[in-house]
């Protein structure tokens, strides 16, 4: 396949957290792409809801993994999906994730782990298995959902992301003369269910600052399927993620998070 064309329609995408906001809005636009979809996310009955959705509205084969991407047991099944030879996936999505509300050191170590856990140590596993099959296929697009917070020196979240940032673009780098696009996704805020499970005043953010997941998406499939290692979906944003790199750290680490 040529490295900067999109995936054939019918080829199995691969979803994580793919039952609210982001990774919802994935599953829907690749559906709509008409390719198959897994679907990877806690809530069972969720899952199944999601399931439905996609193939009463576009008729998409879907299939459902229940996992907990923050303990082995739920990597391990993912893993074994991403690498049956018998059902290959064309495309991976590592989108979920989790936000912590409070500063670093106020936070239980514990969570910090977990959190660590999904962000890094999981897109890490399940882009190595998704490697597999892609590289001998020498066919494959891996989309990882960081953020732009990824820019800012924002504590442990703003950390991980920035790895998840600096992998996909040396992934991408490697892989893509081998076939593989590799694209870290780097929204601002956008309307989801995140900031409202982790407690967040959304007032925060002037308006203007907030973005529609399916323009995120969109654009971020769009970067993926002409070989960019990094999306920033808006003008805005890409204007405001330029304007970080030359002002001081101390001003672009933002006013601190405030629960509701």
Known sequence: MNAHAPSTPGTAALITGATAG???EFARQLAEQGHRVVLVARDAGRLAAMAAELENRYGAAAETIAADLTEDAGVAAVVARLTDPARPVEILVNNAGIGLLKSFEDNDIADEKKHLRLHVETAMELTHAALQ??????????????????????????AAKAWLLSFSRSANLVYKTRGVQVTA???????????????????????????????????????????????????????????TRVLPARLVAGPPRRAK
């Open 133 to 158: 099959g892609m590289l001998a296929r020498q066919s494959g697009r891996i989309i990882n959902v960081a953020s732009v917070a990824a820019f800012l020196p924002r504590g442990s979240y703003s």
């Open 22 to 24: 982001i990774g919802a």
């Open 185 to 243: 996704v780097c929204p601002g805020f956008t309307h989801t269910e995140f900031h409202d499970r982790m407690g967040m005043d959304k007032t925060v953010a002037p308006r203007w600052m907030w973005l529609d997941a399916r323009q995120v998406v969109s654009e971020g499939l769009a970067d993926n399927a002409k070989g960019k290692a990094v999306s920033i979906p808006s003008r805005r944003y890409k204007v405001l993620t330029a304007v």
